[in-house]
């Protein structure tokens, strides 16, 4: 894959007359092919992509004709640090066309795909490629600087970021191969998987047949990595940082900004506010709290300065925010101060801890989180996901519940195994990973202790018959054939699975 540390896509050669024209000697150039289609990938490289999107802006190391992820270039214990990525804007429209008659335009029209096509189009193939956009993902941040990335090596030799990507679906054929034209497509656009497609593609992502209409937002074939649009990494240190440097608690304190108070300030705080919580809710605390710096400065009221604890909800959520940096402790005595300072007539101080360790689960990232905001964040972590409410992928699963598994060990009091089983297994079920949750659910049952062994002696020479009392951690199974019925009754979708 070219995009997550595979094989990378080398440029190709254009011919002698190719290289003499401006196309030829521009035919490798990223400041030209800033949109590239990246049709080289198969699934996997698909799916990591949009795991890596999950919770960061993804960088890539663009040259030539060859591009790739940097997959390393981030932060696992401060996810988002150099900004994340907005929900999905959904779109809806038609099927879109690209043909290819010459190297000439292979290489402005699908440059990171040079490597493999040329072949044949040197030997005179034409190409037909269709593309269904559904939707489009866009960064939170305008720009990534160098200076963010130059303390982590991983990042060494990085050039751009995707500041957004499309969605949707795509297949490519040779013309001579293209049969069976349906309401102006070849490969089934539109038909809702009615029809099968009669021609073979030469390379495909997603399914065009899923995608119809609304209904395409919907379908997980109509939703894959099909465009990028990608913008080079600026030069220096991030004119932000600015108001978050200093002292561990001092982007909770600092007021500065860049912007000058005018006649519609008014507004453009609110407008800055709301692409702080935009921010807050795609994992992006750096950029929040910059947008909520520079509010401050457009609208210095004291009711609602996010710097402010009698302000209330916006210091709470600035203190989120916090939070999301890496600052667990900082941030969690942010909300104390904004509970106590707006609440203290209706929450005592064990309740006010009680809802400032429950917002800590859900916002604290990095290294300064101690053991019991991992645990519990762990917990809301597969909670939030089994019921519905947040979607995570296996692998968020697994992390959580290890990270579960592990903290119990040491926790006092130690939770007991029936507050998580549901929750743990419930997370894998909704990610699609039944042998996942299988192996959850084993894995919480052989933890627990046995009860008390009872024994009673067969008759006529039969074997005793061991029996067990109950079991100080919960309900415990001591076959594999009681605990894989205990299994998918607790989880029906999984059954034989």
């Given at each position: 894959?070219?995009?997550?540390?595979?094989?990378?896509?080398?440029?190709?050669?254009?011919?002698?007359?190719?290289?003499?024209?401006?196309?030829?000697?521009?035919?490798?150039?990223?400041?030209?092919?800033?949109?590239?289609?990246?049709?080289?990938?198969?699934?996997?490289?698909?799916?990591?992509?949009?795991?890596?999107?999950?919770?960061?802006?993804?960088?890539?190391?663009?040259?030539?004709?060859?591009?790739?992820?940097?997959?390393?270039?981030?932060?696992?214990?401060?996810?988002?640090?150099?900004?994340?990525?907005?929900?999905?804007?959904?779109?809806?429209?038609?099927?879109?066309?690209?043909?290819?008659?010459?190297?000439?335009?292979?290489?402005?029209?699908?440059?990171?795909?040079?490597?493999?096509?040329?072949?044949?189009?040197?030997?005179?193939?034409?190409?037909?490629?269709?593309?269904?956009?559904?939707?489009?993902?866009?960064?939170?941040?305008?720009?990534?600087?160098?200076?963010?990335?130059?303390?982590?090596?991983?990042?060494?030799?990085?050039?751009?970021?995707?500041?957004?990507?499309?969605?949707?679906?795509?297949?490519?054929?040779?013309?001579?191969?293209?049969?069976?034209?349906?309401?102006?497509?070849?490969?089934?656009?539109?038909?809702?998987?009615?029809?099968?497609?009669?021609?073979?593609?030469?390379?495909?992502?997603?399914?065009?047949?899923?995608?119809?209409?609304?209904?395409?937002?919907?379908?997980?074939?109509?939703?894959?990595?099909?465009?990028?649009?990608?913008?080079?990494?600026?030069?220096?240190?991030?004119?932000?940082?600015?108001?978050?440097?200093?002292?561990?608690?001092?982007?909770?304190?600092?007021?500065?900004?860049?912007?000058?108070?005018?006649?519609?300030?008014?507004?453009?705080?609110?407008?800055l506010f709301q692409s702080a919580l935009t921010k807050m809710q795609s994992g992006d605390g750096k950029g929040c709290l910059a947008d909520m710096d520079q509010h401050d400065v457009l609208d210095p009221r004291p009711g609602g300065l996010t710097t402010e604890p009698s302000s209330g909800k916006p210091h709470g959520m600035r203190a989120q925010c916090v939070m999301l940096t890496g600052q667990c402790n900082v941030g969690k005595e942010m909300h104390r101060k904004a509970l106590q300072a707006v609440k203290s007539g209706e929450m005592g101080p064990e309740r006010i801890d009680t809802v400032t360790d429950a917002v800590a689960s859900q916002w604290c990232r990095g290294s300064g989180m101690g053991d019991k905001d991992k645990l519990v964040a762990a917990v809301n972590t597969l909670t939030m996901a089994s019921g519905g409410v947040q979607r995570k992928s296996a692998a968020e699963c697994q992390e959580a519940f290890d990270a579960w598994m592990r903290l119990r060990a040491t926790a006092e009091p130690k939770p007991g195994f029936d507050s998580i089983t549901a929750s743990a297994v419930g997370c894998f079920a909704k990610a699609g990973d039944c042998g996942a949750a299988w192996k959850a659910f084993k894995a919480i049952n052989d933890a627990m202790a046995p009860g008390e062994e009872r024994r009673r002696p067969g008759r006529r020479g039969n074997p005793d018959i061991v029996t067990h009392g109950p079991s100080p951690d919960g309900f415990k199974y001591y076959t594999e054939e009681e605990a894989r019925k205990g299994f998918e009754r607790l989880v029906e979708t999984c059954k034989a699975k």
């Open positions: 894959m070219a995009a997550c540390g595979g094989p990378t896509m080398p440029p190709g050669g254009m011919g002698k007359l190719g290289d003499k024209t401006f196309a030829g000697q521009n035919k490798c150039n990223p400041k030209n092919h800033d949109r590239p289609f990246i049709i080289e990938w198969d699934a996997t490289d698909q799916s990591s992509f949009q795991s890596y999107t999950a919770s960061d802006v993804v960088v890539v190391k663009y040259e030539g004709c060859e591009m790739k992820v940097l997959d390393g270039c981030r932060e696992d214990n401060a996810k988002g640090k150099n900004g994340s990525y907005a929900p999905v804007q959904w779109t809806s429209g038609g099927v879109e066309t690209i043909d290819i008659h010459d190297e000439g335009e292979l290489y402005a029209k699908l440059p990171l795909g040079a490597a493999t096509l040329s072949g044949k189009v040197e030997s005179g193939e034409k190409l037909h490629m269709e593309y269904y956009v559904s939707g489009t993902r866009t960064a939170t941040r305008d720009s990534v600087y160098r200076a963010e990335l130059e303390k982590n090596p991983r990042c060494a030799g990085a050039t751009h970021f995707v500041y957004a990507y499309n969605l949707g679906a795509f297949a490519l054929a040779t013309q001579s191969n293209l049969k069976g034209e349906v309401h102006g497509s070849y490969f089934g656009f539109g038909a809702g998987g009615s029809k099968a497609s009669e021609t073979k593609a030469e390379k495909k992502g997603g399914e065009l047949s899923a995608c119809k209409g609304a209904e395409a937002k919907e379908v997980e074939n109509c939703k894959v990595p099909v465009r990028l649009t990608l913008r080079e990494i600026s030069a220096g240190e991030n004119p932000m940082n600015a108001g978050l440097k200093g002292k561990e608690s001092d982007p909770a304190l600092n007021a500065m900004g860049l912007l000058k108070a005018d006649s519609d300030a008014e507004k453009k705080a609110v407008a």
